[in-house]
């Protein structure tokens, strides 16, 4: 059975690439482009990992994985960060967050990432 996941970016641009990388080996349930999305279509789908960007409208990646967190214990969520977020990095690992990329994304960072967060 495939790793089932949830792809959150407020930019759709990343939010393909990231489909790119993904599409052959995991199956996407679902895309959000806000926090506000990302909580409800967790709960929705109930994925086995979340790629969260931080920095989005509404509601932002580290109150989204509070809140997805707080709900489930086991929720695995990797933060997608730009370079120099080291602050909002803290933040996101306090808030429950399993591990982060760093944009721009290349696909052997990202898949490495997911490995390192989902039990084989």
Request: glycine share 6%; aromatic share 4%.
């Amino acid at each position: 059975m495939s790793t089932r996941v949830l792809i959150v970016d407020d930019s759709e641009f990343m939010r393909s690439l990231l489909r790119e990388i993904l599409a052959e080996d995991y199956e996407i349930v679902g895309e959000a482009e806000n926090g506000v999305e990302a909580v409800e279509l967790y709960e929705e789908h109930d994925p086995d990992l979340v790629m969260m960007d931080i920095v989005m409208p509404i509601r932002d990646g580290i109150e989204a994985t509070t809140a997805i967190t707080a709900g489930d214990a086991d929720a695995r969520v990797i933060m997608c960060t730009s370079v120099g977020q080291e602050e909002k990095m803290k933040m996101a690992v306090k808030a429950g967050a399993s591990g982060y990329i760093t944009k721009p994304f290349q696909k052997p960072s990202v898949l490495q990432a997911i490995d390192d967060v989902v039990p084989a």
